[in-house]
């Protein structure tokens, strides 16, 4: 864990955010805070947690010029095993590090839990089981479709 984690990650845990990803770019001079939390995030969440960052970093003595808290969006990034079961009947996008047999990398279908370090997706009518050690990155598809009552 970073210093910067470990200063985040208890802050904004204890106003009951998640943190998805912490990004760090510019040398280390912008900072980019993704949180999220049950019944999604919105624009007063994202600003409260900012200003207690501010405050918070300040007096832990980590330099920056920017910071920007926000939503992970509706194409949420799957980074923790937690992830991965807490979104179980939604849509992923994963892509593996290395290709299966057949030279395959990305696989797009729902995802059915985890068990035993592998996430379970069925892509196609056969559920797969892909390590988390192999991903590369894994995202929710977003459901744009309009709600039934609105066509």
Do not use: W
Not at 36 to 45: K, L, Q
Not at 102 to 118: K, N, Q, S, T, V
């Amino acid at each position: 864990m970073t210093a910067l984690q470990s200063v985040v990650e208890p802050t904004l845990g204890g106003m009951g955010f998640e943190v998805v990803d912490i990004q760090v770019s510019n040398h280390g001079r912008m900072l980019r805070i993704f949180i999220d939390r049950p019944g999604g995030v919105t624009v007063d969440h994202c600003a409260e947690a900012s200003r207690q960052l501010s405050r918070v970093l300040e007096v832990e003595g980590i330099d920056y010029d920017r910071l920007e808290v926000s939503s992970p969006g509706l194409d949420r990034p799957l980074r923790k095993p937690a992830d991965f079961a807490r979104f179980a009947g939604q849509r992923v996008d994963v892509r593996m590090r290395a290709p299966d047999a057949g030279g395959r990398r990305r696989f797009i279908g729902l995802l059915r839990g985890i068990e035993g370090g592998a996430a379970t997706v069925e892509v196609e009518g056969k559920a797969l089981a892909l390590e988390l050690e192999g991903i590369e990155r894994a995202r929710l598809v977003p459901d744009l479709r309009q709600p039934k009552g609105m066509r």
